[in-house]
């Protein structure tokens, strides 16, 4: 590298740079191309109202999760217990609002009282004994899948206040159920915190480099337990929703929420801010794999294709970041 | 004195020889800048040429180049031992042809045992299905006894000293170059490995480069250390901004001549004064520090002062400002600080420290310093964000503007904050990091190795901030092997041997040479109590 000594100081770079803006909507282009391609094939079935309003608000769950895998992600840990963290709050709403009859609001809270105690504990075993978090959450989350089908009896649970699904999907805004809203908020939060606030930066500095982070002051054990907390109330607050948009609660169904999930996290890392796991870029995402996966079906393809389209899309999309990774390396 | 690139001044030991390595019009592009500009490298079996120029002046991009890493631009020609070699370098192909590379990182597997990274060259290479250990033990015993070196096979790596890890390293690309050369001795090219080399390592290491020289191989020196080039180097190449600067033939040039072909013109080098500087107050009192193996050190501070801690490698010096900024756990000592809050080093975490206006800067720059993959600005304002707040969260066309003249005032080039800053040569990431901690007026900074590896320009800038902070009444400690430094900018130097403070230099005490020879007396000496300058 030569000292530019040429280049007046400061220079402030104002042109625009297409294959940064390039690379920042790419995803969005192709998403939309995507909903065309479906739309001229299918333009009775895919392109209809009704099909485009359900994509947008039952999968909104997916929205849900996937913020809470790059809230710990940005912060340098993997959260493998998210799904089953959503599958146990919904259990809780169903059993104990459904069953015992307790209230929804207190339902609701003991849901996400349990989403923050698997954070915690996911917490402890990680920074207390200093175990990868890849392997404690792999570990709680298949533990957390045997209460619930001990706590449910392996059963699908109903009953659930209809309040809830009146709140979630039975209402719509615009034609769109208020959980897509719900959403949208959540992200614009995300966002918000992530960009604009130095809690954001702290897990951003922790999660690129612990001992830079520890070494400017950050506590970083600290800044790690609330990203798993708050991570796990996340997707417990997912799980509310999902047994609002059911009305019930069935102790599977949840995990198979996983995949797709860190398939959008990571997707959405080559989105929007590229090398940055990042609230819009998820957002975005998520609802081009809804799109492919809602089209295929549509097409009659069989369901094993769900499974190629989610773990192709997942590899294809750390590939992608890895590629701009190098790219980031390379300039200068 | 100063030869052409190539007007074939070249030392042959008999007429004709052809050189071992000859690079021809090396050009690189990157981008729109050109690292790399018509260089030309050329060294003769048996002889140890040294490779310098400032950081960024493509010194390692022409390593790579020549290694296959980068593909040179159009014109480029590599001929090795009079036989022309096909460019790019095809990967695995530089190994094959007989050149070896040593970099700084070494390469060694610290949890495997000294014979089992003998052995990787082999692994990488080796068709056999079996390992004969037996004779992989003999035929590393036979390289070791050939060069005097006395390593336990069977030692696990990461309890070696850092400088029989550099040797090991360097004789196992020895033997790996002997195994495959084909038409001579090897070539072998060594990356800055001296930096975090003791002197006696550094010694072992010269007499190490020169044996496998006098074996026949040529051995390709890339260093910062003008000193260490003179005394090592038959010739030296030098670079400056991706052009040929000169050739100098090492023991006829002096100090200067290498300085002025490495930055251009003369540069006059900083150089404080002494004397301390007088009545200021106490910034902080250091008593009874126990932590790892340093014990019982205590000594005082006042502000304005810069203090050098030094010592051999393991004497501890390094370890008291981990221990003073919480970064490394201390069994016990405390820091009284000017306003006379007492900290207890057992129980303090580096964000306590921060809070009273102390502050570190690790040698470790992209590892415990910054970080490389985000952009300069981010890392320059972490300490400062919340000065940014506004009720809409961070101002992040402040914090931009913030650190943009913060970086002009740095001197930081290329002037782009926006850029991350592990696309920085070491020197411009020293300085930004500098800067992230010198904003916050900090009444007591630390540094570690603040220099390691950057240019002599680049040096200057930092001696002159650090000096100027000072000038403001922050105290400041420095901890370094590297004694010109030392003497340039420190008012007191405090030496280090086995854990402890055993001598401190003041005045006109301090030069490069008493700092030096204060260091090797120390060490030589037996464990004493420690010396009480507080």
């Given at each position: 590298m030569p000292h530019p000594t040429d280049t007046p100081a400061l220079a402030p770079r104002r042109h625009l740079n297409w294959a940064q803006l390039g690379e920042s909507y790419a995803l969005v282009i192709v998403m939309i191309a995507l909903f065309g391609v479906f739309s001229l094939l299918l333009p009775t079935t895919f392109f209809s109202w009704a099909n485009v309003s359900t994509m947008l608000g039952s999968q909104a769950i997916l929205v849900f999760l996937t913020l809470s895998l790059i809230l710990t992600l940005t912060a340098g840990d993997f959260d493998l217990s998210v799904a089953a963290t959503l599958t146990i709050s919904a259990m809780?709403?169903?059993?104990?609002n459904a069953q015992l009859e307790v209230p929804l609001v207190l339902a609701i809270s003991a849901a996400l009282l349990v989403g923050a105690f698997i954070g915690l504990v996911n917490g402890f075993f990680i920074l207390y004994f200093r175990i990868p978090s890849l392997i404690v959450?792999?570990?709680?989350?298949?533990?957390i899948n045997g209460i619930v089908l001990w706590m449910s009896g392996s059963t699908t649970i109903g009953g659930i206040d209809f309040t809830l699904i009146k709140f979630v999907v039975g209402t719509r805004f615009l034609g769109i159920p208020l959980l897509f809203y719900y959403a949208?908020?959540?992200?614009?939060?995300?966002?918000?915190?992530?960009?604009?606030?130095?809690l954001g930066r702290r897990l951003l500095f922790v999660g690129r480099g612990r001992e830079v982070a520890l070494l400017s002051g950050i506590n970083v054990e600290k800044v790690r337990l609330g990203a798993l907390i708050l991570s796990s109330m996340m997707a417990a607050l997912a799980g509310v929703f999902y047994a609002g948009t059911l009305g019930a609660a069935d102790p599977n169904s949840g995990n198979s929420f996983l995949l797709p999930a860190f398939a959008a996290a990571f997707l959405g890392a080559t989105a929007i801010t590229p090398g940055r796991f990042n609230p819009i870029g998820s957002f975005v995402a998520v609802y081009f794999l809804v799109i492919g996966i809602t089209g295929l079906t549509m097409l009659g393809i069989q369901s094993y294709v769900q499974n190629l389209f989610y773990g192709g899309a997942l590899v294809l999309a750390v590939a992608l970041s890895q590629l701009v990774r190098k790219r980031e390396a390379q300039e200068l | 004195m100063t030869q052409g690139p190539l007007h074939d001044g070249l030392p042959r030991r008999t007429p004709g020889e052809a050189p071992a390595l000859l690079a021809r019009n090396?050009?690189?592009v990157f981008g729109t800048s050109k690292v790399l500009d018509a260089v030309d490298l050329a060294v003769m079996p048996g002889e140890i040429h040294g490779l310098l120029g400032s950081n960024g002046s493509g010194k390692s991009t022409?390593?790579?180049?020549?290694?296959?890493l980068h593909a040179p631009e159009k014109g480029a020609e590599l001929i090795l031992y009079g036989r022309d070699m096909p460019l790019p370098t095809p990967s695995g192909s530089a190994r094959a042809s007989g050149i070896s590379f040593v970099h700084q990182h070494l390469a060694l597997i610290p949890?495997?045992?000294?014979?089992?990274n003998m052995m990787l060259n082999d692994l990488a290479s080796s068709h056999n299905w079996a390992i004969n250990w037996a004779r992989m033990r003999r035929h590393t015993r036979e390289v070791f006894d050939r060069f005097d070196l006395d390593l336990d096979l069977d030692r696990r790596v990461a309890d070696l000293p850092q400088a029989d890890r550099a040797l090991l390293a360097i004789t196992r690309a020895f033997d790996e170059v002997q195994t495959h050369a084909t038409g001579g001795q090897g070539i072998l090219i060594l990356d800055e490995p001296t930096p975090f080399l003791p002197q006696a390592g550094v010694d072992k290491l010269f007499s190490l480069m020169r044996s496998v020289a006098a074996d026949g191989a040529a051995v390709i020196f890339v260093a910062h250390d003008i000193d260490e080039i003179r005394e090592i180097t038959d010739r030296a190449t030098i670079l400056r901004d991706g052009k040929l600067a000169g050739s100098l033939v090492s023991k006829e040039a002096d100090r200067e001549d290498f300085i002025s072909h490495i930055v251009g013109e003369k540069v006059s080098l900083f150089q404080t004064s002494h004397d301390a500087p007088e009545g200021g107050k106490r910034a902080a009192a250091i008593r009874g520090l126990d932590c790892g193996s340093v014990s019982q050190v205590s000594f005082d501070i006042t502000e304005g002062e810069i203090v050098g801690l030094t010592g051999l490698i393991g004497s501890g010096f390094d370890v008291v400002p981990e221990a003073l900024f919480g970064a490394q756990k201390a069994e016990r000592g405390s820091l009284t600080l000017g306003d006379g809050r007492v900290l207890d080093l057992a129980a303090v975490r580096p964000e306590n420290l921060l809070a009273q206006g102390v502050a570190f800067l690790p040698s470790d720059r992209l590892g415990r310093a910054g970080i490389g993959s985000l952009p300069i600005y981010e890392n320059m304002a972490l300490p400062v964000l919340k000065r940014f707040r506004s009720p809409l969260g961070i101002d992040w066309p402040a914090v931009k503007s913030h650190c943009a003249e913060l970086g002009q005032a740095f001197d930081l080039r290329p002037a782009r904050v926006d850029l991350n800053l592990g696309a920085l040569s070491g020197g411009n990431a020293q300085k930004a990091l500098l800067a992230k901690w010198l904003q916050t007026r900090p009444k007591l900074l630390m540094l570690d190795e603040p220099t390691q590896g950057i240019d002599v320009g680049a040096r200057q800038k930092i001696f002159k901030e650090v000096h100027k902070a000072a000038r403001q009444g922050t105290a400041v400690?420095?901890?370094?092997?590297?004694a010109e430094q030392l003497a340039q900018i420190c008012h007191r130097i405090l030496v280090f041997s086995k854990g402890c403070i055993v001598?401190?230099?003041?005045?006109d005490q301090i030069t490069k040479d008493s700092i030096t020879q204060e260091t090797l007396r120390a060490s030589s000496l037996p464990r004493q109590k420690t010396l009480e300058v507080a």
């Open positions: 809780t709403v169903a059993v104990l959450t792999l570990g709680t989350g298949t533990f949208l908020i959540m992200c614009l939060i995300v966002w918000y915190v992530f960009g604009f606030t130095t | 090396f050009s690189k022409l390593i790579k180049t020549i290694a296959g949890s495997l045992s000294v014979l089992e400690i420095v901890a370094s092997t590297d001598s401190e230099l003041i005045g």
